[in-house]
């Protein structure tokens, strides 16, 4: 089945400092790939939609400078965390789908775990 | 308002016995897919089933089936004969074929299979 990579699996890191995590799809080209958070014993809130080659789509109240995504090529998208301050600690989780219809599952990245001191 | 919603926050269930995770859903869109996740403790996020708006017969993975009440707008999971390895939370989702490719998930359920 389809594979997608995420890295790191978990980071810890300084108030202020900027984080970024990685997303790859590994054995098919991902012409949308998507970002998740997801705070504990909660379900996933969509962050953003990411295209190759285009902007990034962001949810309502998700907030575009502090959450850049950048989708350079179909195999890899990334999430940076800029200025991380200790409320952006969450679990973060991408999901990528190749050219396909509403009857393809997505299939996800095995998550990042951001703790910020 | 709520597209996918599930109405048990958490499960108890006998290990052996069979259960079933409720789901209801919401759309206007003819084309949509369903879909359920379970997600174990570790965060992975395990595609489990899938069920088209289209399709006519229930889908079914191995232990898995999908109840698929179209009129109710009902896409309840059953898991038969229920392992310990099946404790988890469980989401249910749904993908609508007219604008955009994301999918959107229910709260979850919290599944506990008891020895």
């Known amino acids: 089945g389809a594979v997608v990579s995420q890295h790191p699996s978990w980071v810890i890191c300084k108030s202020g400092t900027s984080v970024k995590i990685e997303c790859r799809s590994l054995d098919f080209q991902a012409t949308t790939m998507f970002w998740y958070r997801q705070f504990p014993k909660q379900s996933l809130m969509l962050m953003a939609t990411?295209?190759?080659?285009?902007?990034?789509?962001?949810e309502q109240g998700v907030e575009k400078d502090k959450f850049l995504i950048n989708h350079a090529s179909l195999t890899l998208s990334t999430l940076t965390v800029t200025s991380a301050h200790p409320e952006d600690s969450s679990f973060y989780i991408c999901?990528?789908?190749?050219?396909?219809?509403?009857?393809?599952?997505?299939?996800f990245g095995n998550g990042t775990r951001l703790t910020v001191t | 308002a709520q597209k996918i919603t599930q109405t048990q926050p958490g499960m108890f269930v006998q290990e052996k016995e069979a259960v079933t995770l409720d789901c209801t859903y919401d759309?206007?869109?003819?084309?949509?897919?369903l879909f359920w996740y379970k997600q174990p403790s570790s965060g992975e996020m395990i595609f489990l089933i899938y069920q088209g708006s289209y399709d006519q017969q229930n889908a079914t993975e191995g232990r898995y089936s999908l109840n698929f009440q179209k009129a109710r707008k009902s896409a309840n999971l059953v898991i038969s004969a229920s392992q310990l390895g099946d404790s988890a939370m469980y989401f249910c989702a749904m993908r609508e074929g007219g604008r955009d490719d994301k999918i959107i998930f229910g709260k979850g359920t919290r599944l506990h299979i008891l020895p």
């Open positions: 990411s295209n190759e080659g285009s902007k990034a789509t962001y």
């Open positions: 999901s990528a789908a190749g050219k396909g219809t509403y009857n393809s599952p997505l299939h």
């Open positions: 759309t206007s869109d003819p084309s949509y897919g």
